[in-house]
Every structure is written in structure tokens, then in C-alpha cells.
């Protein structure tokens, strides 16, 4: 081989044989194939060969690799690779480093765990390891090269437990198991065999579930790295950890650890970055004593007290986030005007008053400023911030309009502006160039809707005082994908080219003044999600382009004056959960089509409140797939559900009153088909839908007895069947609904017995009143051999006591106990009991107070569980 190309750029020669013993192509644009008849592999006497950061999008790693029998470094990071990594890898003997990461998530190499477990067992020269985002998918074998220093496993799918051998590995300077969130591990019991050597320890994401040993402060004392984020540790924070003088990178991030912050370790020599976020820990912050600190994230915690005074003294500080803590007091802004590095301040959500008694601005350098209810009433004290990228004032006292000097400033840089929840009065323009989020959501705000420029993906200026048309200049944001104009006064028809907008995911209008038809134009490719009209003027018919909207989950619109039929069509959406078409001029009967598939996922329709008429739509009901399995599941997606910056919500009547639900897509299963004209009778396949929690069907002209049916609905918190024309009797199965918070059966034409069972007889003569022929308890009419209150009492007596005056009174007061106070009723049958002295009376006395006290317990409980469930 000639030796021209030994003078080239990243080709290492031999000195006296002049073959290619290193080669360093790394970072050098190139694209394409390595195919196994590549000239790269006549370059046999390869020591290095370093490919990385380039793109081989097509390529296999070529088992010709074996080639290079002399190889001792091989990197083909980052390169695009893909396949499988052939097993002639764990052939070459002689390899030192092997680096073959690929980027995060990307998933395109694979490594059998047969192969992974004979490269590990057969190179035994290895000193680093690097298969970062390699999908190996196994668990980690217990042999290693003794000469490891470097092991790089993260995001592999690696699963079981981490062996303990890793740990004891003697030369160990970096281990690193980051994003593997199906393995877990053990602290070692005994001293690490690396502890003198390991500077480097990623464990994030790997599951622990345990106490962080104090050991761990004591032996890795070289440590300079250490990433513990979401490991599901407890406890307190070991004080040994403030023995880690040479720590410079800390993170406990997203753990339930508890307690203080060990004395001296915000102030250890070294450190410049710690996070602590979103775990449980209390107490103060002490004073900083080293300004090498250059980001402190302690937000998520129960931390309280003052801010301390030595903040001021980080000059090298660029982050600091203390959100969403109990800190207290006055804060005033010269606290941080002197730190020049300063990128990112988050207060938010804790107990402080901001203040500007100095006159003070916050540095220029700043980019990140959250300060949400952080009693913030102007904003003299960002004149100098020119450089703002995401800005939170929410939940403020700031009043006014905003000012000139402040548009101007934010003008180029601005990215998410937040003022809501604050007593703006006006905004005449937004003139954001780069904004992609702009809420301005319950201020004060009057005149006409202000448009912001077409970079806006998020618009939020619901609960305002807005009036005026919607100019459709709104819709040259085709970037758009939230828009919440909701509870304004707004008027006017709905511009026709909102339904062009592909990428609009939400748009909600609710309760405004807007007139007209509905928009016609939804088109194919349409985003939409969510579309909220409820509570306008809007006429006509509800416009079949919405099948066009394959995305819909949500569509409410609830409170115009739509005249149509039922719009059995959009039972083609695959997504649609939530249907509201309440208080309407919608009319005549609900028919199906006969697609297998209609509906499939449907959790709430509303059709109350409009002129439906004919039988209930029992093909309908057979259609609702949604609500015929009870899915664990949606309880806990719940706790997660719903976006950042906007939930759908909807007013269901529920429990006898209406309120706006959020979340709705988890937590309600409803049917509401109450105040329109149907007939016949209540069809027995409702019993299916045992997923519901509010059925009402109220107030129509159903005939016919009560399904038993109905009595498989166990999670039903709301039934209503009352003003029908139903008859015959309640069936016994209801005694099983131990759910039930609200019941009414009231004015239909029922007869016999009410049902016995713990949750029926916590219900009071409201829920059947207007039935005539019932019997039992609550109502007054004795049912015989049940066993009521005062049915004990009728059935213990003579024939004259069981109809005297004194069995009247005495239910009277057990009643009077029941809403008066147990002791006030008690004391009442106390003294009818003295004066009179009956000799069953001192049987029944257990009884009722045992009733009475059952009753005020189980109406404690649903209020608690009421409280509980809106807190949630």
C-alpha cells in the first residue's frame, strides 16, 4: 500500500510496516452503505477504527468486522446503524473500547441476550462499554471483564435484578444504567470494591424501593456524578452525603424521600448542580456557604421558612427553582439582581410576597421567570429583562393593561407568556412574534378579541369580558391548536374557516353570544379533539362534515337552539367519548344505523332537555361498548390524563344539580335522556351498561314495570326514573346497589314494597312520593312482615295501639331526632315514653337509636365522599 494516505487527516500508519493502524472518520458527513465487499475491510491490520456521529441509515454492521482481528477500539456511535449487531462482534478478543450507542429512543440496533452474554463473557480485555439505547432486552449477565472501567448500559430494556458482581467490579469509574425503568437493584451491604475509583453513577430510572444507606456517603467519596432521579427511594437524605466533597452533579429527583436537607450539603466545595425535585422534604433552607453552585432545583417539596439572604451571594448561579414549596415572607427582587448569570427563577406557588422596595430590576441575562401567586402587583421590575423566553405571572394581583415598554421588550424573544388569573382590563394588540403560547385566561378583559401572530399554537382568553365579533383574520393562525374563547360575550356568527384549520386539536366557545349555524366546512385531516359550543344562540342543523374530524373525542353542544334529529352519523367516530346535545330543538326518534361498530367508545351522552320522542333506543344501548366493561384502568389513567394546559369539561347534572366536570373522559359513565317525549318501556338491555354512574330518564311517558335489569348496575351513583308512568313494583335487586347517592322514583304509579337494603334505606320519602300504592319504609303505609322502623313498632302492638295516636307521634319524633340532633329526638321519645310508659317501648328504643345513628353515619360518609370526589 502506498503510504501517500498515511499524511492524511485521521489515518494513523504503522511506522515500519506502513499498514493503516488507526483510522478516525468520525463526525465527517458521511452518508450511505458499508457493504460486506467494502474496501474499509482490506484494512486488516486495524487497531482504531472510529466511525461515529456520521449516517449509515441503510447499513448493517457487516459481520466482515471480524476482519480486524487486531482491532483493540471500535466506535460506531451515533451513526444510524440498524439491525442486528452480528454476533463476529464478541469475536474480536483483543477489544478494549466498544462503543456502539445509538440515540435515545431510536431503538434501530438489537443485541440477542445470547450474544450480549458472550460479549461480555469473551471480551476480557474490555475497559469501556458503551451500548447506549441498544435494545438488548434481557437481564444482566455476572460476568464481567475485571478490567472494566467504563460500563454504559442506559436505555436498554435490561430487566431483573442488577447483580451485585457490577458493584464490586475494582476499577469501575463510570457505571451508568440510566432509563431502564423494568430492572431493579440492592445497595451493596459491604463496602464497594470501586468505591475508591467509581466517579460516575447513573442509576435514574431503575426501580429500588428503598433507603438510601449511609454507606453510600462513606465510600464513594470520589464521586463527582450522581444520578438517583425516580428510583422510588425513601427516607431521609443520608447526612453522609455531605461527605461527598468532590460531588459537582447531584440528582434525587422525583423519589419520596423526607426530612431535612442534611447540614453542608448545599454549601459542599464542589457541587454546581443539585436537584432535589418532587419529593417530600421539609424545613428550611440553610445558608449557602460556597458559591460554586450554578443550578438549584428544589421545587415539589414541603420546604418552608425564609429565603435566605446568602443567595445573593451565588454570582455563578443560572438556575434557581424553589416552585410549588410552603417559603414565606416578604421577597424582595434586590435578592436576585446581582446574580448576572441568572438564566431561570421559579416561586412559584409558595407563600411569599414579592416586593420591590429597592427599585431594583432582575438581570438581563434571565430567559425563564416563573412567579405564579406570588402577590406580583407591577412589572417596573422586568425593564431590564430583554431576553425573556417563557414568562408565568398567573395568579397575580397585576391590573391594568400591560405596558408598551413591556411589548416591546418581549417582542422577539417571548416564546409562552401566562398572565392569567390576574385584573387586566384591556389588550389591544399581542404583538409576539415568536410566541407559541399566550394565556390570558379570567382577567378583566374588555373590548374586541385581540389576534396574536401566526406562530401561536396555544391561544387561552376564556373568562373574560371580550365583546364583538370573531374577525376570521383568527384563522391565518394555521398553526393553531388550542383555542379557548370560552365565557366571554363574544357575537356573531363562528367564522366558516375555523373547519380548515387541519392542525386545531381543541376549540372551545362556550357560553357566548354567537349566533347562526355551526361551521360547514370541517375537512378531511382534521386534528380536531374537542369542540365546545355549549351555552350560545347557535341554530340550525348540526353539520355532517364533523365525520371528517376521525380524531373527536369531545363534542358539546349543549344549550342552542339546534333543530335536527338525532345525528345517528356521528356514531362513525372511532374516538368520540362525550356527547352532549342537551337543551336543543332536537326531535323525533333516535334510530341506529346498522354499522356493527357504532359508538364503540362512548362514555357520556346527554340528550336531556329536547323533544326526542318513541321508544328508548334499545339498538342504541346494544352499540355502547364503552359502558358495558367496567375498565380498572380509567380510574388510574385519570390521575395522569388530561394536557398541560387545558381539560375538556362538561356540565352534567348529577346527584340532583348541575356542575362542570373535568376529567370527564375518565371519571364519568353517563346516560341522560331526562325531559323529552319517549315511550314505552324501559328496555331490559340498559342493565348491561354496568359502567354507568348517572342514569336519568326522567320525565318522559315510559309505561310498563322496572327492569330488574337495572339492578346489575353496581357502580350507578345516580339513578333516576322518577315522573314516568311506570308501574308495578321496585325490583328487589335494588337493594344491591350500594353505590347509590341519589335515587328518585318519585310520581310514577309503583305499588307493593320498597326494597329493604343498607344503601335504599338511607333515602327519604322524596324518592318515592307520588306513588300511591307503596309501602314500607321510608313512607308511612306498613308493609306487613318487613322489617321497618315503624312496621316493628305496628307489629308488636294490640290492634288499638297499632293504630293510635301514639305510634304517629313517636315516628314523628324519631324524625325529629333524625334532622334535629340524635339526643334532641331521643329526649322527645324520652318524655312521650315517661308519661306513657308502654311495655314494647323500651324493645324498640336499641332499634331506632341503632337506625337513627346508621342513617347520620351513611349521610356523613356520602357528603364526605362528595367533598372528596370534587376536591379530586
Known sequence: MSRDCCSWDGVVCDDITGHVIELDLSCSGLVGTIDSNSSLFQLSHLQRLNLSMNDFERSHISPEFLKFSSLTHLDLSCSYFSGQIPSEISHLSKLQSLRLSTFFESKRLRLTAHDFKSLLQNLTQLIELDLTSIDISSTIPLNFSSHLTTLILGSTGLYGVIPESIFHLPNLEALLLFFNDNLSGYFPKTKWNSSASLVGLDLSWVNFSCNLPESLGYHLTSLRSLDLTYCNLRGPIPESLSNLTRIEYLSLDGNSLNGTIPPGMLSLPSLNTINLRNNHLSGPLEDFKSNSLIWITLEGNQLQGHLPHSIQNLVNLTGLILSFNNFSGRVDISLFSDLKQLSYLGLSYNNISLTNDNNVTLPESLNTLELASCEVKELEFLRSANQLRQLDLSNNKIQGRIP?????????????????????????????????????????????????????????????????????????????????????????????????????????????????????????????????????????????????????????????????????????????????????????????????????????????????????????????????????????????????????????????????????????????????????????????????????????????????????????????????????????????????????????????????????????????????????????????????????????????????????????????????????????????????????????????????????????????????????
Not at 401566526?454 to 376570521?472: C, Q, R, V
Not at 308511612?780 to 297499632?802: I, R
Open 404 to 872: 408598551d415598554w413591556a411589548w416591546s421588550n418581549w417582542m422577539s424573544s417571548l416564546e409562552t407568556l401566562n398572565m392569567s388569573y390576574n385584573m387586566l382590563t384591556s389588550v389591544d394588540s399581542i404583538p409576539l412574534q415568536l410566541a407559541f403560547i399566550i394565556d390570558l385566561r379570567s382577567n378583566l378583559l374588555q373590548g374586541s378579541l385581540p389576534i396574536p401572530a401566526i406562530s401561536t399554537n396555544y391561544f387561552f382568553i376564556s373568562h373574560n369580558n371580550l365583546t364583538g365579533e370573531i374577525p376570521s383574520s383568527i384563522c391565518n393562525l394555521t398553526s393553531l391548536i388550542m383555542l379557548d374563547l370560552a365565557t366571554n360575550n363574544l357575537r356573531g356568527e363562528i367564522p366558516q374557516c375555523f373547519g380548515n384549520i387541519t392542525s386545531l386539536q381543541v376549540l372551545d366557545m362556550r357560553h357566548n353570544n354567537l349566533s347562526g349555524n355551526i361551521p360547514t366546512t370541517f375537512s378531511n385531516g382534521s386534528s380536531l379533539r374537542s369542540l365546545n359550543l355549549h351555552g350560545n344562540k347557535l341554530e340550525g342543523k348540526i353539520p355532517q362534515s364533523l365525520t371528517n374530524c376521525k380524531q373527536l373525542e369531545v363534542l358539546d353542544l349543549g344549550d342552542n337552539h339546534l333543530n335536527d334529529t338525532f345525528p345517528v352519523w356521528l356514531g362513525t367516530l372511532p374516538k368520540l367519548k362525550v356527547l352532549n346535545l342537551r337543551f336543543n330543538e332536537l326531535h323525533g326518534p333516535i334510530r341506529t344505523s346498522r354499522i356493527e361498530n357504532m359508538f364503540p367508545v362512548l362514555r357520556i351522552i346527554d340528550l336531556s332537555c329536547n323533544a326526542f320522542s318513541g321508544n328508548l333506543p334499545s339498538s342504541l344501548f346494544q352499540h355502547l361498548k364503552a359502558m358495558r366493561t367496567i375498565d380498572l384502568s380509567m380510574e388510574e389513567a385519570s390521575r395522569y390524563g388530561g394536557n398541560r394546559y387545558y381539560q375538556d369539561s362538561i356540565a352534567v347534572v348529577s346527584k340532583g344539580y348541575e356542575r362542570e366536570v373535568v376529567r370527564i373522559l375518565f371519571l364519568y359513565t353517563t346516560i341522560d335522556l331526562s325531559n323529552n317525549k319517549f315511550e314505552g318501556h324501559i328496555p331490559t338491555i340498559m342493565g348491561d351498561l354496568i359502567a354507568l354512574r348517572v342514569l336519568n330518564i326522567s320525565h318522559n311517558g315510559l309505561e310498563g314495570p322496572i327492569p330488574s335489569s337495572l339492578g346489575s348496575l353496581s357502580l350507578v351513583e345516580s339513578l333516576d326514573l322518577s315522573s314516568n308512568h311506570l308501574v308495578g313494583e321496585i325490583p328487589a335487586q335494588f337493594a344491591s346497589l350500594t353505590s347509590l347517592e341519589v335515587f328518585n322514583l318519585s310520581y310514577n304509579h309503583l305499588e307493593g314494597c320498597i326494597p329493604q337494603g343498607n344503601q335504599l334505606q338511607t333515602f327519604d320519602n322524596n324518592s318515592y312520593e307520588g306513588n300511591d300504592g307503596l309501602r314500607g319504609f321510608p313512607v308511612t303505609k306498613s308493609c306487613g312482615d318487613d322489617h321497618a322502623s315503624g312496621t316493628t313498632v305496628s307489629g308488636q302492638l294490640d290492634g288499638e295501639e297499632s293504630n293510635s295516636e301514639f305510634l304517629s307521634d313517636f315516628r314523628k319524633a324519631a324524625l325529629m331526632g333524625y334532622g334535629s340532633g340524635l339526643c334532641i329526638g331521643l329526649s322527645i321519645v324520652y318524655f312521650m315514653m315517661s308519661s306513657g310508659k308502654p311495655i314494647w317501648f323500651a324493645r324498640i328504643i336499641v332499634e331506632m337509636e341503632h337506625k337513627i345513628m346508621m342513617r347520620r353515619r351513611k349521610k356523613q360518609r356520602r357528603q364526605r365522599n362528595c367533598r372528596r370526589r370534587n376536591n379530586h
